[in-house]
């Protein structure tokens, strides 16, 4: 019983040392996107279904000033766009959601990702295209299905969502970032406690939502794979940078695995700078059907990112990571 009791202080005393080891925090990768196509309200209600803590949200404009669930800034890579308004596509060939209204935009089938040129699928093994209805979906409507399950259920799911190419829609007359912010007020999400994290790869767009627009929200800056002249075990001052104005980083997994000749990743120090600057990490992405260099099975990379100290995950599959930490 003394043992018992001595084992139980113990453990807790490392989980508040730690407060995520061990039980990292599971984000549903544009919602449960390993078994239904990305980021329509079927793929997060899914998410919720399975445990996902969080679920990700990328997040464009249509014409109309209206916040949409979708991955990119085009719709021709998930949609039927091309066949339903083949005379809206810009010089580039390429058809974007901020030419549209929300009116036509929701006109519109979705369907599992597929490279548009030759309407082959991203991932051979997912849903398929088989004539199943899928459409996009606002913000708004995320957080209405959300915000319902965790009523319904009991269980409260955060959301995570991400403010994509902010210079870009702002050369489009565009400001999605204060729009998000407005429209998470609206739901009550207004503080560092609430369970929202908001993403974004633009570190001036989050100092401006920090700095200018004055939000509490917590912020998470992503970080593209590094570049020929950024290693990840030098940046401990970047990552103090980056503390000033967010409370995360979502590494590409390239920042947390470096690849030796013989192939087998090791852990690089990022994870533990990035600890000692005081943010949290939460690595993407992880996919059972598609795993990294150097990672032969899911438990094996799930157990690299454990033993790398990682807080949380974007995974495609939230199910595979929910069971395996509980
Ligand atoms: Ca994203």
Known sequence: MHHLLLLTLLLSCTMIAHPTQGRPTVIAHRGASG??????????????????????????????????????????????????FPDRRRADGRYYAVDFTWAELRTLQVSERFEPKSGIPVYASRFPHNGASFRLCTMEEQLLLIQGLNRS???????????KEPAWHAKEGKDP???????LERFDYR??????????????????LRQELKTELRLVELLDPPTETEDPSKMASRLREIASYAQGVGPHL???????????????????????????????????????????????????LREADADGLFIDQPDAAVVRRD
Not at 177 to 183: D, S, W
Not at 272 to 277: G, I, L, N, T
Not at 282 to 294: K, N, V
């Open 153 to 163: 259920t009991g269980r409260t799911a955060g959301v995570y969502p991400e403010i």
């Open 191 to 208: 503080t560092a406690q609430d369970k929202v994290f908001v993403q974004c790869f633009d570190p001036k767009e989050l100092r401006r």
């Open 177 to 183: 970032g204060r729009a998000l912010l407005g429209l």
């Open 35 to 84: 078994y239904l196509p990305e980021h329509t309200l079927e793929s997060a209600a899914y998410a919720h279904a399975l445990g996902a803590d969080y679920i990700e949200q990328d997040v464009v404009m249509s014409r109309d000033d209206v916040l949409i669930v979708c991955h990119d800034i085009h719709i021709d890579t998930t949609t039927d766009v091309a066949t339903r």
């Open 254 to 304: 390239s920042w947390i695995a470096r690849y030796s000749a013989s192939g087998a990743p090791a852990v690089t120090t990022f994870v533990a700078d990035a600890h000692a600057a005081g943010l949290l990490v939460h690595p993407y992405t992880i996919r059972s059907d598609a795993l990294p260099p150097g990672m032969k099975t899911l438990d094996q990379l799930l157990q690299f």
